[in-house]
C-alpha cells in the first residue's frame, strides 16, 4: 500500500470515528441547572397535572402525555392539562387553579421551550508525537461540526401551598426528532423530581426507560 493510500485509509477511519460520535452524543439530555424550596417537605405531590403551553397542539398533547406518563410509575396521579382544562381556562390562572383544586390536583408540573441554538464547533489539531509525521493517521488535522442545543424550562407548582417548589432547565444536545427529544426530556425531569423528592414515589420505583 502506497503512502497516498495509507493517508486515505486513514482519512476514512478519521471520518468514520467522528461520524460514531455524534451519534453516541445524539440526544443527550441533562439537567443543566435546578433550583428547588428550602424546608420542601419530601413527596409532598401526589396528585398533579401536566402542562405545557404552545400554539401547535400536536406537540403540547405530546409533551403532556409524556410528562404524565413518566411521572405515573413512580405512584402518583398524573393528567395531562388538555384533558381537564379549556384553553379559555388556561388562560385565567385563578380560574384554573380552583377548578384543578377542586378536582384533588395538589400540584402542576409545567414545561415550556426557552431556547434553540445552533452554532460551530471546532475540534483542533492533535497530534502524536511518539509516531511521528512519517505514520499515516498519527495526525488528526482537527475538524468543524455543528452542534444544536434545545433548552426546556420545568417549573413545579404547589396548589396546596400555593407556590413554585422546584424549577429546572434541562439541556438537549443535538436532539434527534421532536419525538425523542419531548421523550428524552420529561424521563430526565421525571427522575430528578423523584431523587429531590419533589413527588410521591412508589416504593422505589423508577421511571421507564
Not at 89 to 102: F, I, M, S, V
Not at 107 to 123: F, N, P, S, Y
Not at 131 to 150: I, K, M, N, Q, R
Request: proline share 5%; aromatic share 8%; net charge neutral.
Amino acid at each position: 500500500m502506497t503512502n497516498f493510500d495509507q493517508r486515505r485509509v486513514a482519512t476514512l477511519l478519521l471520518w468514520t470515528a467522528v461520524a460514531l460520535g455524534f451519534a453516541a452524543c445524539a440526544g443527550s439530555t441533562t439537567i443543566e441547572q435546578s433550583w428547588k424550596a428550602p424546608d420542601l417537605p419530601p413527596s409532598n405531590l401526589h396528585n398533579v397535572v401536566t402542562v405545557y403551553i404552545s400554539r401547535d397542539v400536536t406537540v403540547r398533547r405530546a409533551v403532556e402525555d409524556s410528562m404524565a406518563q413518566k411521572l405515573a410509575p413512580l405512584g402518583i396521579r398524573a393528567v395531562p392539562a388538555y384533558s381537564i382544562l379549556s384553553d379559555d381556562e388556561l388562560k385565567d390562572r385563578e380560574r384554573a387553579k380552583a377548578k384543578l383544586a377542586a378536582g384533588g390536583y395538589d400540584g402542576v408540573v409545567a414545561l415550556r421551550l426557552v431556547g434553540k441554538e445552533t452554532k460551530i464547533v471546532a475540534t483542533p489539531p492533535t497530534f502524536d508525537g511518539y509516531w511521528g509525521v512519517a505514520w499515516p493517521g498519527a495526525y488528526d488535522p482537527g475538524y468543524l461540526s455543528t452542534e444544536t442545543v434545545v433548552r426546556v424550562e420545568t417549573n413545579v407548582f404547589s396548589l396546596t401551598d400555593n407556590k413554585l417548589v422546584w424549577s429546572g432547565i434541562s439541556k438537549t444536545v443535538n436532539p434527534n426528532t421532536i419525538r425523542s427529544t419531548i421523550d428524552d426530556v420529561t424521563k430526565v425531569v421525571a427522575k430528578a423530581l423523584e431523587k429531590q423528592q419533589i413527588i410521591a414515589s412508589a416504593g422505589g420505583a423508577t421511571a421507564p426507560s
